[in-house]
């Protein structure tokens, strides 16, 4: 699980901390622009019936007293509709008309929910992260978009505020499918460092309240689009799960994984291995 709290855990934590601050965006040429083409790339995984991927996940940092982060993490994405089927790391993702399960192969643990939403094309990577930023702190980056090349195009917003929470946000598309190749952040944050070696920092700077930082890279690569889809019978939560007197239990493949149910409609449930 290291490397999913690191890579996906940690980044979205620090993504989503922009949703709690009060600012009111501008609206320009650019920023609409910007918006009509996301919509449009949107409508790309939105209308198509079934479409699988891969992505890779890279989380970087640069060199700070010898201490940095370089972490890699791939994952395969099948959205089909309102069903899905999905791995990162070492963690499946399923949805279908009823369910929603994240198994936790590591942990041996599964969670138990309600669908997420009706279309699992909203549940491309990052998408509301970066509805959010283009749509509430605008305002806080130089934007930009360029269509001028052959074959992918990008959209790009550069600090210019310090109230701005990255460095940098860049994605690619491709012109003609209109589907994302790569996605960018970069960001500071404060560097970890041990108490002794901060200690020692702020001493040297006469800065009792002195904060290292470390200059962050997050991306996501897109890769091999496919028109495939798996048969219906995968997509059953029988092939995970089953029930017993209103009780959810694993199947015998995953007899000694611990289940939590959390559909809102029925009492929270732990199941404990036998």
């Not at 699980?1 to 890579?7: E, G, L, S, V, W």
């Not at 970087?60 to 509709?81: C, I, P, R, V, W």
């Not at 994605?171 to 560097?191: M, V």
């Amino acid at each position: 699980m290291k490397r999913i709290r690191i890579i996906k855990t940690t980044f979205f934590l620090f993504i989503s901390s922009l949703l709690f601050q009060n600012v009111n965006a501008q609206h320009g040429g650019v920023r609409n622009a910007i918006l009509q083409t996301m919509q449009g790339i949107y409508k790309s995984y939105d209308s198509v019936k079934y479409l699988s991927f891969d992505v890779r996940f890279n989380y970087g940092s640069d060199t700070l007293l010898g201490k940095f982060d370089n972490e890699e993490m791939h994952g395969q994405y099948t959205l089909a509709g309102r069903k899905a089927k999905y791995r990162l790391g070492d963690i499946d993702f399923l949805q279908n008309d009823s369910f929603f399960l994240a198994i936790y192969n590591k942990d041996k643990l599964m969670l138990v929910d309600e669908p997420k939403t009706s279309n699992m094309g909203s549940q491309l990577p990052m998408r509301s992260q970066i509805d959010s930023l283009l749509e509430a702190y605008s305002q806080q980056y130089f934007m930009s978009i360029d269509t001028t090349q052959a074959e992918n195009s990008s959209i790009t917003l550069i600090k210019t505020d310090t109230l701005a929470q990255l460095n940098l946000f860049s994605l690619q598309f491709d012109n003609i499918t209109k589907l994302i190749t790569k996605i960018r952040y970069e960001f500071n944050e404060p560097a970890e460092l041990d108490s002794t070696v901060l200690a020692s920092l702020r001493a040297a700077a006469a800065n009792d309240t002195l904060v290292p930082v470390q200059k962050k890279k997050f991306s996501i690569h897109f890769s091999n689009y496919r028109l495939d889809n798996y048969d219906e019978a995968v997509y059953d939560e029988g092939n995970y799960i089953w029930f017993e007197n209103n009780v959810c239990k694993p199947v015998a493949k995953y007899e000694d994984y611990k289940i939590y149910y959390t559909k809102p409609q029925k009492i929270f449930v732990e199941t404990v291995p036998e």
